[in-house]
T-cell receptor, first 117, second 112 residues
Framework: GAVVSQHPSRVICKSGTSVKIECRSL??????MFWYRQFPKQSLMLMAT?????????EQGVEKDKFLINHASLTLSTLTVTSAHPEDSSFYIC?????????????FGPGTRLTVL | QKEVEQDPGPLSVPEGAIVSLNCTYS??????FMWYRQYSRKGPELLMY????GNKEDGRFTAQVDKSSKYISLFIRDSQPSDSATYLC????????????FGTGTKLQVIP
């Protein structure tokens, strides 16, 4: 149980284009989803937290107009990188939690490697 | 000073060895402690989840939390080549959907 999928697993795009990444919880309802970015040899950096049906909460330094997050259902959240630039190239990982209001385990997706040319 | 410190390694051990992975932290409010395993180019996989101090065992894995020293450990017994991965410690405060703070990860290589 507790499977989280991400699509696509890898994307290469031109500078200035937008890229959408999907995160799905396959066998549980995710009341909260998290989006992380991971640079090589570095830890996961939380970008934003989203609860189903409400606006995402962004971490300090993360541009909400650049990284659009939608959590429209209990099984799907999307991250759209708008007007992507080479410095946005990174490994983006989502996680999902189906907690009942207390700190709950996060289950991670397999990640999406974004390369912006 | 980072909230969570973890030696990045790499750590190389022979197959069958006991592996000890450690993290220290500075935030005394952390109550939940996790260990994740991450294979190259994959998302992290939860290995162990403990609350407050004490030990927890699951198969070849044992997690220890010493809150007085702000020190957590993961022990892997009878290590296998398939254990070769990066191990991330993570921790959070109680009370709702608190932010999880990750260590930088320790890269482990188990040599056959």
């Amino acid at each position: 149980g507790a499977v989280v999928s991400q699509h696509p697993s890898r994307v290469i795009c031109k500078s200035g284009t937008s890229v959408k990444i999907e995160c799905r919880s396959l066998d549980f309802q995710a009341t909260t989803m998290f989006w992380y970015r991971q640079f090589p040899k570095q830890s996961l950096m939380l970008m934003a937290t989203s609860n189903e049906g409400s606006k995402a909460t962004y971490e300090q330094g993360v541009e909400k107009d650049k990284f659009l997050i939608n959590h429209a259902s209990l099984t799907l959240s999307t991250l759209t990188v708008t007007s992507a630039h080479p410095e946005d190239s990174s490994f983006y990982i989502c996680s999902a939690s189906g907690g009942t209001g207390t700190t709950d385990t996060q289950y991670f997706g397999p990640g999406t490697r974004l390369t912006v040319l | 000073q980072k909230e969570v410190e973890q030696d990045p390694g790499p750590l190389s051990v022979p197959e069958g060895a006991i592996v000890s992975l450690n993290c220290t932290y500075s935030n005394s409010a952390f109550q939940y402690f996790m260990w994740y395993r991450q294979y190259s180019r994959k998302g992290p996989e939860l290995l162990m989840y403990t609350y407050s101090s004490g030990n927890k065992e699951d198969g070849r894995f044992t997690a220890q939390v010493d809150k007085s020293s702000k020190y957590i450990s993961l022990f892997i017994r009878d290590s296998q080549p398939s254990d070769s991965a990066t191990y991330l410690c993570a921790m959070s405060e109680p009370g709702g959907y608190q932010k999880v703070t990750f260590g930088t990860g320790t890269k482990l290589q188990v040599i056959p």
